[in-house]
C-alpha cells in the first residue's frame, strides 16, 4: 500500500511545495541499489505525465524546480518555487511488488 | 517520438464485453512491456496488468478471470478485454508502456468507458 501526504495541498505561487509518499514496505531492492518509486503529475482532461522515476532521477524535459528523494518507504516530491502550470493533481507509484499500486493522489491548488 | 493511440467504444452495457484497442507508433512494439491502466471518474489509478510482444501476460488480480489482453505485432497494436462489466468498471482507461516494475512514460490519450445498466 501506498499512502500519499497530504490530500490537498494550497499554495502560493513561488512557494516550496512538499509531498509526502510512504509505502508499506520498502521498495528499496539491495542488488540494484535503486527504489522503485516513480511521481506523476495529472492535469485536468490528460493522462498523467511521469516526473521521477527511481525515486529521484527527473525525466527528460521535467523542469528542475522538480526533485524526488527518500529511500527504503518514505519518500518526498518538492517543487522549489511552485508555477501557475504545476498546478495539477500528483501521484507516486511503486513498482518494486506487483502489482504495481500508485498513491491516492495529492492535490495542489494556488 | 512514441506515441500511443487509443481506440474503442465509449458506453457498454452492463454485463456485456469491454473491447479497446492501442496502437503504437514511433518505436517497436517489440522492445517493451505494455500495460493497460485505468482511472475511475474522480479516483486514483489501477494498474490491469501487462502484456509483452511474445504474448506473455500478467494480470491484476482484482480483475482476474475477466480480463484478456492480446497483441498483434504486425499492425503494431494490442488489446484489452474486459467481460462481465459492472458501473464499477466505468473508469478513463490508459494503455501505457512499461510492465509490472517499471515507471510508465508514455500514455495514450485515454478513452472514458462508461458502464450503463
Known amino acids: 500500500v501506498v499512502t500519499q501526504s497530504p490530500d490537498f495541498l ?34 485536468p482532461g490528460q493522462p498523467p505525465r511521469l516526473l521521477i522515476y527511481w525515486a529521484s532521477i527527473r525525466e527528460s524535459g521535467v523542469p528542475d524546480r522538480f526533485s524526488g528523494s527518500g529511500s527504503g518507504t518514505d519518500f518526498t516530491l518538492t517543487i522549489s518555487t511552485l508555477q501557475a502550470e504545476d498546478v495539477a493533481v500528483y501521484y507516486c507509484q511503486q513498482y518494486y511488488d506487483s502489482p504495481p499500486t500508485f498513491g491516492q493522489g495529492t492535490k495542489v491548488q494556488l | ?76 497494436r494490442f488489446f484489452l478485454v474486459l467481460r462481465s462489466v459492472s458501473a464499477a468498471d466505468t473508469a478513463l482507461y490508459y494503455c501505457v508502456r512499461g510492465g509490472e516494475f517499471d515507471a510508465f512514460n508514455i500514455w495514450g490519450q485515454g478513452t472514458m468507458v462508461t458502464v450503463s445498466s
Open chain 1, 10 to 43: 494550497a499554495v502560493s505561487l513561488g512557494e516550496r511545495t512538499t509531498i509526502n509518499c510512504r509505502s508499506s514496505q520498502s521498495v528499496f531492492y539491495k542488488s540494484n541499489k535503486k527504489n522503485y518509486l516513480a511521481w506523476y503529475q495529472q492535469k
Open chain 2, 1 to 76: 517520438q512514441v506515441q500511443l493511440e487509443q481506440s474503442g467504444p465509449g458506453l457498454v452495457k452492463s454485463s456485456e464485453t469491454l473491447s479497446l484497442t492501442c496502437g503504437v507508433s514511433g518505436d517497436s512494439i517489440r522492445s517493451y512491456w505494455w500495460s493497460w491502466i485505468r482511472q475511475p471518474p474522480g479516483k486514483g489509478l489501477e494498474w490491469i496488468g501487462f502484456i509483452y510482444h511474445d504474448g506473455n501476460t500478467k494480470y491484476n488480480p482484482s480483475l482476474r478471470g475477466r480480463v484478456t489482453f492480446s497483441i498483434d505485432t504486425s499492425t503494431h
